[in-house]
T-cell receptor, first 111, second 113 residues
Framework: GQQLNQSPQSMFIQEGEDVSMNCTSS?????WLWYKQDPGEGPVLLIA?????ELTSNGRLTAQFGITRKDSFLNISASIPSDVGIYFC???????????FGQGTRLTINP | DAGITQSPRHKVTETGTPVTLRCHQT?????MYWYRQDPGHGLRLIHY???????DKGEVSDGYSVSRSKTEDFLLTLESATSSQTSVYFC????????????FGQGTRLTVV
């Protein structure tokens, strides 16, 4: 079953606002990834995190690997229309080969 | 874009018929994955491959089989399609066994009627 809880499930914001979303689990992860999916397309990797406490930025996006290794967050600053889409967190469980995905956060931006 | 091609992009099939989806890569990556995406469930792993003729099950493998006879091709087969298998299917490739840095194809929308 699903081992990652991603929240919120959806967000409706104004252009220019900052966005924050997170993923939590009761399990320990070795790796956290954040993906964005545009309509009709496959997910595209935004940020990869490999160490507990790691904070990584990619332009206006910032993500952190939680100290407990059970959570991660993604922030988007000064949102723009092209940020619209579905954002997924994914994690590699300790001792496992495969990724587990969150349910996704659907971001809608009002101009 | 990573060189991943999924075919077909869209398919409508009848319940009980066999269906094969193809994933073709030009990156020579060792690892290939099949996921399905359904509302409220994110992406769930069906099967994956860690080399030619080496495959393993994911979390939702029932009703699906896979084959990988060449590095570049990974086939997903629904032996007898059911309505519950209506979904969007994504192929992904990775150089790492951790599934990190995984690159996804554009997806195949399958409808079973």
């Amino acid at each position: 079953g699903q081992q990652l809880n991603q929240s919120p499930q959806s967000m409706f914001i104004q252009e220019g606002e900052d966005v924050s979303m997170n993923c939590t689990s009761s399990s320990i992860f070795n790796t956290w990834l954040w993906y964005k999916q545009d309509p009709g397309e496959g997910p595209v990797l935004l940020i990869a995190l490999y160490k507990a406490g790691e904070l990584t930025s990619n332009g206006r996006l910032t993500a952190q690997f939680g100290i407990t290794r059970k959570d991660s967050f993604l922030n988007i600053s000064a949102s723009i229309p092209s940020d619209v889409g579905i954002y997924f967190c994914a994690g590699q469980l300790k001792g496992a080969q495969k990724l587990v995905f969150g349910q996704g956060t659907r971001l809608t931006i009002n101009p | 874009d990573a060189g991943i091609t999924q075919s077909p992009r869209h398919k409508v099939t009848e319940t009980g018929t066999p269906v094969t989806l193809r994933c073709h890569q030009t990156e020579n990556h060792r690892y290939m994955y099949w996921y399905r995406q359904d509302p409220g469930h994110g992406l769930r792993l069906i099967h994956y491959s860690y080399g030619v003729k080496d495959t393993d099950k994911g979390e939702v493998s029932d009703g699906y089989s896979v084959s990988r006879s060449k590095t570049e091709d990974f086939l997903l087969t629904l032996e007898s399609a059911t309505s519950s298998q209506t979904s969007v299917y994504f192929c992904a490739i990775s150089e790492s066994d951790r599934g990190t840095e995984a690159f996804f194809g554009q997806g195949t929308r399958l409808t079973v009627v």
